[in-house]
């Protein structure tokens, strides 16, 4: 079983929209809502993943799902 952060995807978002983070070959990417991809730092990602499992921006939900491809 494979557990290293290339092998999770990381879903942000609300009712009206959804983002994306993985980790590919070069590093973490951001898929916007409207399709647009965009590299991201890990902090980045954190900047983004905290505040919402803090609960501190009520009505963002965060998913994680294992992704083995």
């Known amino acids: 079983m494979n557990l290293t952060n290339q092998s999770y995807v990381i879903f942000i978002g609300t009712k009206n929209f959804v983002e994306r983070s993985f980790r590919d070959e070069k590093g973490w990417v951001k898929v916007s809502a409207r399709g647009r991809t965009f590299r991201a730092t890990a902090e980045q990602v954190l900047n983004h ?5 803090a609960g501190i921006k009520p009505g963002v939900t ?8």
Request: a negative charge.
């Open 62 to 69: 965060i998913t994680v799902e294992r992704n083995d491809t």
């Open 49 to 53: 993943v905290l505040p919402a499992v």
